[in-house]
């Protein structure tokens, strides 16, 4: 493996560890009718695309969290059932964007679309159809992709309320009620899926509708591969999930974190990070009074650690005042936020 390099650190092995899960495995021989392909996850933020990835693969491949647009980086997931395989790209929301960073996240959600087999679009079904699903509606539209609808939330739904708010949705794709334009766009059949990516409810028919969507075609990846990302952005996507939990509005968006090393020291695993900031403010919360609060982040992304390597973990986390790192072409581009979408 290329830039694969050996030393050691107090007393401990150093080596760069296989970052893609493709490396391992086996390709198993192709069952007749087996499907396989890309399915782009498309959504505005908060509607449960982490949720779903994480429900389908029955374990973490993407973090989660209460507070919007947390997920800044295309991960793909690999769903094999034993008639199809589906790789799943999981795109940041599409939204208004603010500055930069936001531009970047709306191309890489845009490139998604153009490159996949099927598109799934996921609401918050718990909410009836409004403007800003319009928005990316009429964005999809141009997709030569099929698109699925998936309502998301229904575990939220009271059975009363449940044909109301899918014929909400109904009119949004039709173009009728509050949708209806002077223009009379054509109307969309998209099918519908109620889901709850929580509770898993929905979900097998969602997938075996998706997977029926993809040409016919052997395994693209080994049986048993879960995701073709590093872990190292896994593992960097752990340690930002707990600042996105234990910090308020000013801190979390202005979070990056790089993972520095990973030490291999027989049966534990030492994972050095920077945490870096756009303030010296922000540093002052991220580290709190004596250390507390960074010991409560590194505790928390810690035990998610652990489950990852199945063994324990030993890791430092440092703070780093990386002033305007958002407006910062070449830092971004450093960060694995590619602007060619
Ligand atoms: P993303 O921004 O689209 O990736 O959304 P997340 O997966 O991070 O989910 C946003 C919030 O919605 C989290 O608090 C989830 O627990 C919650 N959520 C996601 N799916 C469901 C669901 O099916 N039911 C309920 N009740 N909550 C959900
Ligand atoms: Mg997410």
Redesign the pocket.
């Known amino acids: 493996m290329a830039g694969r390099w050996a030393g050691s650190v107090e007393g401990m092995e150093i080596h760069d560890r296989p970052g893609g899960a493709a490396d391992a495995g086996a390709f198993p021989l192709t069952p007749e009718g087996f499907r396989s392909g890309f399915v782009a996850l498309i959504?505005?933020?908060?509607?449960?695309?982490?949720?779903?990835?994480?429900?389908l693969m029955g374990q973490k491949v993407?973090?989660?969290?209460?507070?919007?647009?947390?997920?800044r980086n295309r991960l793909r997931a690999i769903l094999t059932t034993p008639t199809a395989q589906l790789v799943l790209l999981?795109t940041p929301?599409i939204h208004k964007p603010h500055h930069l960073l936001g531009e970047r996240l709306v191309q890489s959600a845009r490139g998604a679309i153009g490159e996949v087999d099927v598109v799934l679009l996921?609401v918050?079904g718990?909410e009836p159809a409004g403007r800003g699903d319009d928005y990316i509606v009429e964005l999809l539209r141009q997709a030569r992709a099929p698109v699925h609808l998936a309502l998301?939330?229904?575990?939220?739904v009271d059975p009363e309320r449940a044909e109301a708010l899918m014929g909400s949705y109904r009119e949004l794709l039709a173009g009728r009620g509050d949708f209806a334009t002077p223009q009379q766009r054509p109307p969309l059949t998209w099918p519908l899926h109620p889901?709850?990516?929580?509770?898993g409810?929905g979900t097998d028919a969602l997938v075996e509708a998706l997977a029926a969507e993809l040409p016919l075609g052997p395994h693209l990846y080994p049986a048993d591969a879960v995701s073709d990302q590093p872990e190292q952005l896994l593992l960097a996507e752990l340690i930002r999930e707990q600042v996105l939990h234990h910090t308020r509005e000013e801190v979390p968006h202005s979070v990056a974190v790089s993972i520095d090393r990973i030490v291999d020291d027989g049966p534990r695993t030492a994972v050095l990070a920077t945490v870096m900031v756009e303030r010296s403010s922000q540093k002052g919360i991220l580290i709190g009074k004596g250390g507390a609060m960074l010991k409560t982040i590194g505790s928390g992304a810690r035990a998610q650690m652990q489950k990852v390597f199945e063994g324990p973990v030993y890791l430092e986390l440092f703070v780093k005042v990386v002033p305007n790192w958002r407006r910062n072409p070449a830092r971004l581009a450093e960060l694995g936020y590619r602007g060619d979408g």
């Open positions: 959504g505005r933020p908060n509607v449960g695309k982490s949720t779903l990835l994480n429900q993407a973090i989660t969290s209460p507070v919007a647009q947390t997920t999981d929301g996921l918050d718990s998301n939330k229904h575990d939220l889901v709850s990516a929580l509770t409810a």
